[in-house]
């Protein structure tokens, strides 16, 4: 099974509107990261968020990181149409070599 | 700027053939990987490579070889390439040590008929 799944799968909201998608793990890890993938792209990384933070913030993005729940949550705040795209979270595992990724949601934002 | 390029963005071959995708990061990045994107699957990753003529399989390796000759090149192989095999493909590069975050080319969708 995936080590990052996130929630909901799909999501549709208009311009303006905040967005917010999680993602759960199952292992102990170094750190959570999100990435971005535009329609047929290649992903391109947003924020990094350790293990011993809980909260970080990027321009629009605020990422949470709750390890006792083993979860995190992605935040775009007064969200654009450009920022309609997939979006992945991706675990480094403690003591392993390689970041797993989850199956990922995909935002969509009406104008 | 950081760039990762793929050789090619759609790749059509015939079921058999061997196949060959490149990807060449300017970085000087230690690791290099390889992923294929299925929809609902999310990245899997096929290869990694933490150094030169180093190579680590990933969680899907199976009909699948790799070739790092140069640091700055990381080549994907299908040998015999099969229609399962039809796949969006994509390579990306990091540091090593403790800075995680991946560099990605923009990919090739590559469909095997």
């Known amino acids: 099974s995936q080590q990052g799944e996130e929630d909901p799968q799909a999501l549709s909201i208009q311009e303006g509107e905040n967005a917010t998608m999680n993602c759960s793990y199952k292992?102990?890890?170094?750190?959570l990261q999100w990435y971005r993938q535009n329609s047929g792209r290649g992903l391109v990384h947003l924020i990094l968020?350790?293990?011993?933070?809980r909260e970080k913030h990027s321009g629009r993005l605020r990422v949470t990181l709750d390890t006792s729940k083993k979860s995190s949550s992605l935040l775009i705040t007064a969200s654009r149409a450009a920022d309609t795209a997939s979006y992945f979270c991706?675990?480094?595992?403690?003591?392993?070599?390689?970041?797993?990724f989850g199956a990922g949601t995909r935002l969509f934002v009406k104008a | 700027d950081v760039k990762v390029t793929q050789s090619s963005r759609y790749l059509v071959k015939r079921t058999g053939e061997k196949v060959f995708l490149e990807c060449v990061q300017d970085?000087?990045?230690?690791?290099m990987f390889w992923y294929r994107q299925d929809p609902g699957l999310g990245l899997r990753l096929i290869y990694f490579?933490?150094?030169?003529?180093?190579?680590e399989k990933g969680d899907i390796p199976e009909g699948y070889s790799v070739s790092r000759e140069k640091k700055e090149r990381f080549s994907l192989i299908l040998e015999s390439a099969s229609t399962n095999q039809t796949s969006m493909y994509l390579c990306?590069?990091?540091?090593?040590?403790?800075?995680?975050?991946?560099?990605f080319g923009p990919g090739t969708r590559l469909t095997v008929t």
């Open positions: 991706a675990t480094d595992e403690t003591g392993g070599f390689k970041t797993i």
């Open positions: 292992t102990s890890i170094n750190n």
């Open positions: 968020i350790r293990s011993n933070e």
């Open positions: 970085m000087d990045h230690e690791n």
């Open positions: 490579s933490y150094d030169v003529k180093m190579k």
């Open positions: 990306a590069s990091n540091v090593g040590g403790s800075n995680y975050e991946q560099y």
